[in-house]
C-alpha cells in the first residue's frame, strides 16, 4: 500500500522569502510519480509539479521547485519569493504504475504575511 | 480556467431530493474521477472510471449513484442523502496508465444537505 505524510499542518512566511513544504512517502513500487496540489479557499485544485521515480534531476516549475531525495523517500516542495496568493491548502500526492489512482497526504495550510 | 468542467457549482438540497452532478472534459482522458472533501480534508476517493467502465467503488452508500454516459461526461446521481454528506465534490481526469501524468481537477460542487 501506499501512503504520503504531511507533518506540517499549518506554515506561515513572510512575502518574498522561500518556504519548503515537507512530504514524505512510502511505497513497495519501484515507478510512481509524486504530484504536487495547491487548493485555494475557493475549491479548485490545481496541479504544480510532478516528479517521476526514475527522474535524476529535481523538477522545476517557475517558484515551485521539488527536492526529491529518493533513499529518504521524501519529494520537499520548495516555493521561491512567497507571495500572497500561494496562501492555499498544499496537497502531496503519489500514484504507483498502472491504474491506480492518486493517494493523497493530510496536506499542509501555507499563509503568507505581508 | 479550468479543462475539466462541473456543474452546478453549488447545489443545497433536501433530503428527499433527487440531483445530478456534472462533469465534462474534452483531453481525451480515459479515466475520471469522483472525490469527496471534508472541510480541512483531503479528497477522498469514491469512484473511478476507465474506459467508461466502472473500476473502482470505494464502498461508497448506494444513494451515490454514479454513471458515464460517454468518454467525456461523468455524473453522479444523488438521492436521499444525508447531512453528514455535505462536502466538495471534486472530479477529475486523467491518462489511465500514465503514472507520470497528473489528474485534472475541475471547480468542484459545494452541496449542502438540509
Known amino acids: 500500500a501506499q501512503k504520503i505524510t504531511q507533518t506540517q499542518p499549518g506554515m506561515f512566511v513572510q512575502e518574498k522569502e522561500a518556504v519548503t513544504l515537507d512530504c514524505t512517502y512510502d511505497t513497495s513500487d519501484p515507478s510512481y510519480g509524486l504530484f504536487w496540489y495547491k487548493q485555494p479557499s475557493s475549491g479548485e485544485m490545481i496541479f504544480l509539479i510532478y516528479?517521476?521515480?526514475?527522474?535524476?534531476q529535481n523538477a522545476t516549475e517557475g517558484r515551485y521547485s521539488l527536492n526529491f531525495q529518493k533513499a529518504r523517500k521524501s519529494a520537499n516542495l520548495v516555493i521561491s519569493a512567497s507571495q500572497l496568493g500561494d496562501s492555499a491548502m498544499y496537497f502531496c500526492?503519489?500514484?504507483?504504475?498502472?491504474?491506480?489512482?492518486?493517494?493523497f497526504g493530510k496536506g499542509t495550510r501555507l499563509s503568507v504575511i505581508a | 480556467d479550468t479543462e475539466v468542467t462541473q456543474t452546478p457549482k453549488h447545489l443545497v438540497m433536501g433530503m428527499t431530493n433527487k440531483k445530478s452532478l456534472k462533469c465534462e472534459q474534452h483531453m481525451g482522458h480515459r479515466a475520471m474521477y469522483w472525490y469527496k472533501q471534508k472541510a480541512k480534508k483531503p479528497p477522498e476517493l469514491m469512484f473511478v472510471?476507465?474506459?467508461?467502465?466502472?473500476?473502482i467503488n470505494e464502498s461508497v452508500p448506494s444513494r451515490f449513484s454514479p454513471e458515464c454516459p460517454n468518454s467525456s461526461l461523468l455524473n453522479l446521481h444523488l438521492h436521499a442523502l444525508q447531512p453528514e454528506d455535505s462536502a466538495l465534490y471534486l472530479c477529475?481526469?486523467?491518462?489511465?496508465?500514465?503514472?507520470?501524468?497528473?489528474?485534472?481537477f475541475g471547480d468542484g460542487t459545494r452541496l449542502s444537505i438540509l
Open positions: 500526492a503519489m500514484r504507483v504504475s498502472g491504474n491506480t489512482p492518486l493517494v
Open positions: 516528479q517521476g521515480s526514475y527522474d535524476q
Open positions: 472510471y476507465s474506459y467508461e467502465k466502472l473500476s
Open positions: 477529475a481526469s486523467s491518462q489511465v496508465r500514465e503514472s507520470n501524468q497528473p489528474q485534472h
